[in-house]
């Protein structure tokens, strides 16, 4: 099984660039997305209180962690790689709004631990973060939001999170997911407004916020609760967006997660179904761990 | 393999237990919270030592708040932008010793009522006699909020009123009536206000004023230019309306100082609220701000100071709408409490209650905010508040009122709301680019809250238990000895909703005392005076507030419970021009008048 959750997939180191000073200064793609985050996370918090306190996001993120090198351990045997759980952690810790702790805990303990119970063929098949978060939505609305600070609703630091996330993904290689989903939600968002007479600027509203930002950098380009084919990737997005516009439809606050939660699965279950039906006697569930997990 | 599979089955098993955990979490706080709903008396008074009944009708009071009707352009978003007006204020006008109801009205063309206590359990609306009710004429405005102060030392409470529009001021002509000064005042042409006090700033004997404006003033919600009015953020909003210190001259005219004394905001303020937090004096002045952070800007005797972000309540952006001081833990230190909003599964912003850090006093005076730990965080779409000791027991209890906008019960504008509220500035700045509300619900019809203070650092809400069934949109909360009996009765205003009078009936095993104070080197409102009451081993302190809460002016009136057989030690008044003044061993069950000595 593979530990990451939302950083998408490393591309393969060249042998020439493997030693050297060079090493030492260019960034392993593992650790591009944790970094990418804390900057939204400290930047968010230092401009605009982002946070609902230190501790709490500490406690998600510790929570996170540590479960996931619990179970890492007594299932594989092995300390799995945190970068994936710290990345959980955080989003946990900055989208969960309660004033209670045990919510951070909890979504955090849920979310690692998802991954590795809810399993078809050996692939985790739900974003660890989305379940949690959807989970703790569903289950707790009285006592968990999500986030509600917005940058200020400021246009600057909007576009420094478009910017550097797009830079990031490109590198990354999952733009087109990116991509694909602002487009279809913008084309749906147009199409909401003029079936229920709502301005647009409000439907397009949504999208300008960091939840959303985390949602379409963090979740929706998790590699391991995406297809494989970019074809595929490009086809699910638009559904989820799909989703979301008819979750929406009917008021559904929280239908990006919603739609994700959904959507997500189904097509992991349809993938693993046609890969079945094309190679009967390789099982993904056979593949072992990627070799950078270990 | 054979472990993994065992390990894996247990795994699963937590984690279907983790997901059933919030479900349980849920169930148990229902069956501890959820109590009486309907009042019995006795078994309150025997419980939570004190009930209370709402007997407006029968003390003679039929006021209904009305809304404004503003530029149709906001038709569609109307009951959101027309969602406050309704007020309290207590003042006893003609100095009789009794205490009357001012209420403000927000209609065009609306009256406002000053309802003066007969003595005998009822009320008799003099406003239009006095000459202060018909206030919201076309084209000057609608009120807002009143505040109470003897702005001549006179003798008899001037009243200020502010509006979405004209602010008011009406001189007191000793008890008869009221003359309309504003003009000679030097008050501005139109502020858009949602808070105002009286306070002595400077200490010179004269009551100042502050108000702080919400949307700018430039701005005629009866005739927009544009619709670009709504705020530029919903957490660092700073296109709202100017701040105003005006200092008293002392010849009925009043001075504009806001920028020279160092209060310079545009932040959308609902609530204010003065008081010495650091022994200095002087009171400081706390703004609760909507769509941002909270101001606290610490007071020299001249300028002002903003600390909000060095003393810890400037940071965190919510919805300000509410600020109250109490000394909660009898120690001789003001919390304060700022009401926001929180909604099930759509904004858990949370009340903040800001104690002062152990260990932290004067210029490095530090607040944290405790509301979580105390039991007072969540009270739905909050507004006003106020500390009062309800049970007489010797701990300040805090009464909240809530709710937003009541239409329809099945319909809710929460997620057309949550969605322009995640928007940037340029879409939600723009009152066109909010989704219509077409007769749907903002958080309507909520359930009020009364927290009892157990004395052990805990509050429980006993609002269905004691008698507060009421879930009109609540706005402002005044307590006041209505009928000089010794316990705080609670009258409350709700948005295009009724005045309500909660008449609380308290257990007699518990003793008070009280103090009507008059101020003669000092204000002779007595506004800023501190009042440290020493008893059985413990001590209370209280001031005399110009404003505070939403839209609410509590009774000048002190009032300290002292639960069961009381020994008071002493009083130490402080009034606000230095003088301290010692009352030995006073006897409990009294209203102790005191003039400041000479």
Not at chain 1, 81 to 89: L, Q
Not at chain 2, 474 to 481: I, K
């Amino acid at each position: 099984m593979s530990e990451r959750i939302t950083a998408p997939v490393a591309p393969p180191a060249r042998p020439e660039d493997a030693g050297g000073w060079k090493r030492w200064l260019r960034l392993d793609n593992r650790y591009v997305a944790p970094i990418f985050i804390t900057c939204i996370l400290i930047g968010g918090h230092l401009s605009f209180g982002m946070l609902e306190s230190y501790q709490k996001t500490a406690l998600a993120i510790v929570a996170s962690i540590v479960t996931d090198l619990v179970l890492g351990r007594i299932f594989f045997g092995r300390w799995p790689n945190v970068a994936s759980a710290y990345i959980t952690g955080i989003s946990v810790g900055i989208l969960v709004r309660s004033p209670a702790f045990w919510p951070y805990v909890l979504c955090s303990v849920i979310s690692i631990t998802s991954k590795y119970v809810l399993r078809v063929k050996g692939r985790h098949i739900w974003n660890p973060s989305n379940f949690g978060i959807s989970a703790m939505l569903f289950l707790a609305p009285e006592t968990v939001a999500t986030l509600s600070i917005q940058w200020g609703n400021y246009l600057l630091p909007m576009l420094v999170i478009w910017a550097l996330g797009s830079v990031i993904i490109w590198r990354l290689r999952r733009f087109h997911i990116t991509g694909i989903y602002v487009v279809s939600f913008t084309a749906f968002a147009f199409l909401r407004s003029y079936i229920t007479g709502s301005p647009w600027q409000s439907e397009i509203a949504p999208l300008t916020g960091p939840m959303y930002q985390l949602f379409i950098f963090f979740m929706i380009t998790d590699p391991k609760t995406t297809v494989r084919s970019k074809k595929g990737q490009c086809i699910v997005v638009f559904l989820v967006a799909f989703a979301e516009f008819l979750l929406r439809l009917h008021q559904v606050v929280y239908a990006p997660f919603y739609a994700l939660f959904t959507v997500g699965p189904a097509a992991m279950l349809v993938e693993m179904w046609l890969d079945s039906r094309r190679t009967p006697a390789a099982s993904v569930g056979a593949v072992p761990l990627p070799a950078r997990s270990k | 393999m054979k472990q993994n599979r065992t390990a894996r089955i247990i795994v699963s098993i937590l984690f279907v237990a983790m997901l059933a955990a919030p479900l349980v979490i849920k169930w148990e706080a229902a069956r501890r919270g959820g109590g009486k709903t309907k009042l019995d008396a006795q078994a309150a008074l025997a419980r939570h030592g004190f009930y209370f009944e709402e007997v407006s009708r029968a003390a003679g009071v039929n006021f209904v708040h009305q809304a404004p009707t503003l530029d149709p352009q906001l038709a569609p978003i109307m009951p959101q932008v027309a969602s406050m007006g309704a007020s309290v204020s207590i003042v006893d006008f003609d100095r009789d010793g009794w205490p009357d109801i001012y209420v403000t009205n927000s209609g065009e063309g609306s009256k406002n009522a000053l309802y003066h206590n007969l003595h005998d359990g009822t009320f008799k609306d003099v406003a239009e006699e006095m000459g202060v009710a018909d206030v919201n004429q076309p084209g000057t405005g609608v009120s807002m909020g009143a505040v109470w102060g003897d702005y001549d030392n006179d003798g008899y409470e001037d009243l200020l009123l502010i509006k979405w529009g004209r602010p008011e001021l009406f001189h007191n002509d000793g008890g008869h009536g009221f003359t309309r000064v504003t003009e000679q005042a030097g008050l501005p042409a139109w502020v858009n206000a949602n808070t105002a006090l009286w306070f002595d700033y400077d200490g010179d004997g004269r009551l100042d004023l502050f108000i702080g404006g919400y949307y700018s003033e430039d701005v005629d919600l009866w005739h927009l230019k544009t619709t670009q009015i709504m705020p530029d953020s919903f957490e660092y909003a700073k296109n709202g309306g100017r701040k105003y210190l005006f200092h008293n001259l002392g010849n009925g005219k009043f001075e504009e100082v806001s920028v020279q004394a160092g209060i310079n905001s545009r932040r959308w303020a609902l609530a204010s609220a003065a008081a010495d937090l650091r022994g200095t004096g002087h009171p400081d002045l706390f703004i609760a701000n909507d769509y941002g952070v909270s101001e606290l800007y610490f007071n020299d005797g001249k300028h002002f100071h903003d600390v909000s972000a060095q003393t810890g309540v400037g940071f965190s952006p919510k919805s300000g709408m509410n600020a109250a001081f109490g000394d909660i833990l009898n120690d001789g230190r003001y919390a304060v409490y700022v009401s926001n909003i929180s909604e099930d599964g759509v904004l858990i912003q949370g009340n903040n209650l800001w104690m002062p850090k152990e260990g932290t006093a004067g210029d490095g005076l530090h607040f944290e905010n405790v509301a979580r730990d105390l039991g007072v965080e969540l009270g739905g779409w909050s507004f006003g508040a106020q500390f009062g000791d309800l049970n007489n027991d010797g701990t300040l209890d805090l009464y909240l009122t809530n709710g937003y906008i009541s239409l329809d019960r099945n319909r809710s504008y929460w997620y057309d709301f949550s969605k322009i509220a995640g928007g940037n500035s340029i879409i939600i700045i723009d009152a066109n680019n909010w989704p219509a509300m077409e007769g749907r619900s903002l958080s309507g019809y909520q359930q009020k809250r009364v927290w009892l203070n157990d004395g052990a650092g805990k509050f429980i809400n006993v609002a269905q238990a004691v008698g507060v069934t009421d879930t009109y949109d609540g706005r402002a909360v005044a307590l006041v000895d209505l009928w000089n009996s010794g316990v705080l009765d609670a009258v409350v205003a709700n948005q295009k909703g009724p005045l309500l009078i909660y008449k609380n009936t308290v257990t007699p095993e518990n003793k008070w005392i009280e103090f009507t104070l008059e101020g003669t080197a000092s204000n002779r409102s007595a506004i800023g005076t501190q009042v440290t009451l020493y008893w059985n081993g413990q001590q209370q302190k209280q001031e005399v507030s110009g404003g505070s809460g939403f839209a609410a002016q509590n009774d000048r009136r002190l009032h300290f419970g002292l639960g069961k057989a009381p020994h008071v030690e002493k009083a130490v008044i402080r009034w606000p021009s230095g003088k301290i003044q010692t009352i030995e061993n006073p006897a409990v069950n009294q209203i102790l008048k005191i003039k400041e000595p000479a």
